[in-house]
Structure formats: structure tokens, C-alpha cells
């Protein structure tokens, strides 16, 4: 049943009991066309895609817990598109744009709210690196621009631009067209429209092998609920990608760390955007609730614990209570952390791989969120043609091997 | 927090005092004219990280400066082992 208003006026009348559930739980079938590992936003927006444009309808996507419940359901919901190398413009701006109609392609609201990213310049070297941003965005026609820190007090009012604190605001960017979305609706609605598709969501189904031919072509996955055939599949498992690339042997350049976020207490609107600071490690923008979503950085070491120390997040709350003074004396709800998969030049990947039939979308790191339109999007056309979207050509695996780096690391000098 | 063994002072210190450096035993080329792109990629940039026990590097920053080896399980963080650099990496205990 379409969301709409004559549909939800109905229901209103007949006690909300005529909701159908949103998505199939079906049976494995023995074989697929394409298997998706990982139901996450971009898995199971790859999948959409692919039935939807590549009209790809014997496909599944394998999930080992539940549906959005790894970074897409912990991560802070910040979208944005002020990437500095031409590629990576390209890509998150594919991104932003596919977020603009998201809502209506899907009948399903993901709650889109461009309410502006506000990026903090600290130092000389942040105003020299973010000006380069901006300059770099406004080349290729995505809004970034630069401003004064009255005027970025003007757009955030509870932001502190007192020159007498540890690190001042010297300045920031701020992309107005940025902003965020409602995580578990972007999960939720993809799979709702793929499931509508006939794509088959295969939830508490973990993968144990990639079963291979005589010629090394993948032919099926071993998973907890049984064998599936398939001839293609695309990786799209986040944190724990090396390890199931690892089933078919392929090692990659990743590492996983654990990343954290926090949420306050709900209080009522006092934060109209996003504020990001890269440089003192504290990103925060207010969810519709009420509650401060707070994001943290990452731990030194590599874990797959799904955990971090608790002095990385108190480290970023010394910096929201020197940034955001008014909300010093808020309690924390909760505070939790996902597993990242990080490359060398903080760019994903997005392709082949040297085994035949096995494709792999990864390396979002620790800002995947904004482009899982795009992403899904791309990975799509990949697995469906066998050969890689022109948008997600240059993020090949091959890359690291030629020395054709997108790195954005230099870039901005910290994960992102 | 992590509380590590530093091999060389002898004593467990918290995490802040060391900095990660890494997967352990990735031995660079030892002719890398003679190397291969892809070989010299794999030295770079692939690494096993592994889900369970993991040999790692570690520096005592904060300390005598110097660089060891750490076995950790990455899925409790469990440290099992520290050893001086050079030495080999020792049998997993359970």
C-alpha cells in the first residue's frame, strides 16, 4: 500500500489496522542472479536500483543480523557534498542529488532536511584547506562558501566565538544544501521499495564461505540458512568486508576501527544545522526528537569490538562544551559505537576484483551515511553490467597498485 | 582504555602513553627496485585485519620511545602478549 494522504486518511478511520508490513520475509531460494552481502542503506539500496533500472528481479540481499542495523543504524546522519578531489565531488554529489528526491522515488519519508553543514576552521591550516574546499567546490558548481565567525554565529546562535577559549572559531564553510536525514528510514525504505520489486531480503542469514569454480568465478555462498547459487555478488559489508573478502581469498586494503556517537537527553530546538569540527573532533546536530546526536572520533587500534574508549568520547564532549557552552549541563542517553572500514586515502571502493563475478563496494569509513543514494546507485550499475558506473570508475580497487589515489586524507588532515 | 605491557620498561601503562602503528610483521622489500607494482601495493596498503587474534605494533611514545609487538583479540580487545621488536610472534594461548 502507497503512503499517501487518502491512504493514511483511511486508516485513520479504520484504527491504523490495515497497514500491510513493509517488506517480505521470505524463504532463501536455492539460486539468484546477484546477491548482495549486507543489508545495510547500501546494500539494500544497491539492490532497489538494480531491480529498479537494471530490471534485475532474481536478486537478494544477505544480512547477518537485522536490516540497518549496523553503521547505517549508528552513525550521526550527516549528508553533505564539499569533498575536495573532482571524483570524490562527483560522487557525493550524485549523492546530495539522488537525497533531493529520495523521499518521492521511495513513498517513503526519509525525513531529507537540508538544514545547512557548518564546518569549523580553527587554525591558519584549517581557513587555508577549508578555503581550498570551497574554492574547489565552487569550480564544479556545488555550493560552499566561507564565513566570518559572526556570521557563522548568525546561522548556529548557541556556537561560542569567543577568541578566549582553547581553540577559537577562526571561520567556517558551510554548505547550505547539506544537512541530514533519518537513518533507520533510509534502511527502512529502501527495503520496503526493493522487497515491493521482488527483491528477496534475507535477514539473520550470515555468510561462512564464497564457494568458488574450477576457473576461481564465484558460484554460491554458504550461509546460516543454507547454500544460495549466484554468479555475482557485491560485498557491501562495512566493517567487516576484509573478512568477508577473505572467504574468496582476496586481501584488502583496509583497516576496521570503532567509531562513536552519543545522543543527550531530548531538550526542545535550540540547533537549527550541523556543526562539524574536524580539527577538535566534535560533530553535532539536533535530531527531530529533540536529542543532540554527538559524533566522536575513532579509536587508535583496529577492533571489531562494536565498542570504544571512553576517554575518545569524552574527548569530544570537552570540545562540545567549549563549542556549545548552553549544553555543558546535559545528561547523556546513550553512547555506542559501529566498525568502520578505513582505506589508505579515506576513499572507498567501488568495483571488480580479481575474482570473477565478485564485486565489492567499501572503504566508506567514518562518513558513509551521505552518499548511500549514490552509492547504491553506482555499485548497481557495477554488479548489473559487470563493468563500473563512470562515476565510480576511478575508485577501483586497482587504484592502489597504479598509485591513483582520491586522497582525500591529505585533504582534510583527519578522518572525515 | 587499553592497559598495555610495554617489553622494554617493563610495566603496564594505559593506551594514551603508546601510539598504534599498525599491523605487525609487515617486512618491507628488501630490493624495491626489484619489486612489482602490485607487491609493492600489497606492502603498502593490504593489510590482514583480522577479525580475532592480531599481531600489531605499538610505540611507547610516552616512554622509552621505543617500537614493540602486541597480540590482541580484535573482537574483545583482549591483549595476550607483548614481545620486543625482532622477536617472533608467539603461540596464541586460549
Redesign the interface.
Known sequence: MRFSFVNLLRQAFAGNKGWPEQWRSPEPKASYDAVIVGAGGHGLAAAYYMAKEHGLKNIAVVEKGWLGGGNTGRNTTILRSNYLWEESEALYEHALQLWEGLSQDLNYNVMYSPRGVLMLAHNTHDVQTFKRHVHANRLVGIDNEWLAPEQARAFCPILNISQNIRYPIVGAALQRRGGTARHDAVAWGYARAASALGVDILQNCEVKGIRRDAGGAVSGLETTRGFIATKKIGVSAAG?T??VMGMADV??????YPLQALVSEPVKPIMPCVVMSNTIHAYMSQSDKGDLVIGAGTD??????QTG???IASHTLDAICELFPVVRRLRMMRNWGGIVDVT?DRSPIIGKTAVPGLFVNCGWGTGGFKATPGSGHVFAHTVATGEPHPIAAPFTLDR????RLIDEAAAAAVAH | MLLIRCPYCEMERPELEFRHAGEAHVARPADPETVSDEDWAKFLYFRANTKGLYAERWRHTHGCGRFFNCLRDTVSDKIQATYKAGEPRPEATR
Open positions: 567487516h576484509s573478512v586481501r584488502m586494503p583496509l583497516e576496521s587508535a587500534y583496529t577492533s571489531y569490538s574508549g571512553l576517554h589508505p592502489f597498485r597504479t598509485g
